[in-house]
């Protein structure tokens, strides 16, 4: 069987839409934007999934989630644009919103374990009521004409097996062309040991792609779950955050770690690119979040870091990345 498995630097399709390689980045909400999915891509991710957007924002066309959450870059195809929601029709019309706006591929979330979200009997809780779950999985399709995936998590609570068996519905009812598979029971939230022989197990029940989601925190670390799980591709989440380096890695275009200098240099691409995004005003306060996921690898001073945080000025911010560029000399 290993003789015939594909490496993740061999090309995939989902639903006929082909992918460069087996390693995507993995939906974050406020953060998976056009500029992040865009920055893997640049280094290699074959696939990027966006932050979860709200299916009904959509539908009643909010202006800032159309503005903000649906915005493409010529150059990040395929993209896939990951919605969120619990009625079929209003998931039809989102779905056909994204595609409009030049999505590639629609994912649905049925993974998110925040009680906002499962409180409205969307996210996982979708685990729970299989039939809405097939019903949304069918309306996307058909309201958007394009491939349809579903991201969840192995059950709602330790032991439960709700999203294998809801992963497998999808694939043989609902024509879903490829499951994200979070092997982690929603009450765990992001922690704890993924589950990557139940992952195994289901990648051999389906006869469609399973990108495999959950403790990918290095290349390493992928490339064991890949391994582990025998799934057809992985999903790097919290391992890409100020490391988009790591799809470089694993699309093996690069062993060494980046130099304090490109780290520097692509956090000041990220600088520019929020500011295009948001305006300067808003940017500083948005890039406060990206800035300490940089700076541990640069390994700057905590002054450095605490005026970074405070400034208001992305002028002076630029500049505090500008001389992190290179070690201030010791004596
Ligand atoms: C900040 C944050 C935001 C996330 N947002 C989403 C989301 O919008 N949609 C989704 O399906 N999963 C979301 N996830 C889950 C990730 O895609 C991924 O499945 C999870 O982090 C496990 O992977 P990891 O252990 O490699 O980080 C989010 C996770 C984090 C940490």
């Given at each position: 069987m290993s003789a015939t498995r594909p490496e993740l630097t061999d090309p995939f399709e989902i639903g006929g839409v082909p992918i460069a390689n087996r390693v995507l980045l993995a939906p974050l909400a406020g953060i998976g934007n056009w500029f992040v999915r865009l920055q893997a891509k640049r280094h290699g991710a074959g696939l990027a999934v966006s932050e979860m957007v709200s299916s009904f924002a959509l539908h009643y066309k909010n202006e800032r989630t159309l503005r903000e959450l649906l915005v493409l870059h010529p150059e990040e195809h395929p993209v896939s644009i990951q919605l969120f929601g619990h009625d079929a029709e209003v998931m039809r019309s989102g779905a056909e919103i994204a595609a409009a706006a030049g999505a590639d591929l629609i994912d649905i979330n049925?993974?998110?374990?925040v009680p906002k979200v499962r409180k409205t009997g969307a996210g996982a809780q979708l685990l729970r009521d299989p039939d809405l779950a097939l019903a949304l999985a069918v309306a996307a399709r058909e309201g958007s004409g394009l491939p349809v995936t579903v991201k969840l998590r192995s059950g709602i609570s330790p032991g439960d097996r709700s999203g294998f068996d809801l992963a497998v519905r999808l694939a043989e009812e609902a024509g879903v062309s490829a499951i994200g598979f979070h092997p982690r029971a929603a009450t765990k939230g992001h922690k704890g040991q993924p589950d990557y022989a139940l992952t195994r197990e289901l990648t051999e029940r389906l006869d469609i792609p399973l990108i495999v989601s959950g403790g990918l925190s290095s290349a390493e670390a992928a490339r064991r779950a890949y391994e582990d799980s025998g799934a057809d591709a992985v999903m790097i989440a919290r391992g890409s955050l100020g490391n988009p380096w790591v799809f470089e890695e694993l699309a093996g275009r690069r062993e060494a770690p980046p130099s304090r200098a490109e780290i520097a240099g692509e956090l000041l691409w990220v600088i520019d690119r929020a500011e295009e995004h948001l305006g300067t005003e808003r940017a500083q306060r948005y890039l406060r979040k990206f800035y300490p996921w940089y700076f541990e690898g640069i390994g700057a001073s905590k002054r450095v870091r605490d005026e970074l945080q405070r400034t208001a000025d992305l002028a002076r911010a630029r500049e505090l990345v500008e001389a992190a560029r290179t070690p201030i000399p010791v004596g």
């Open positions: 049925m993974g998110c374990p």
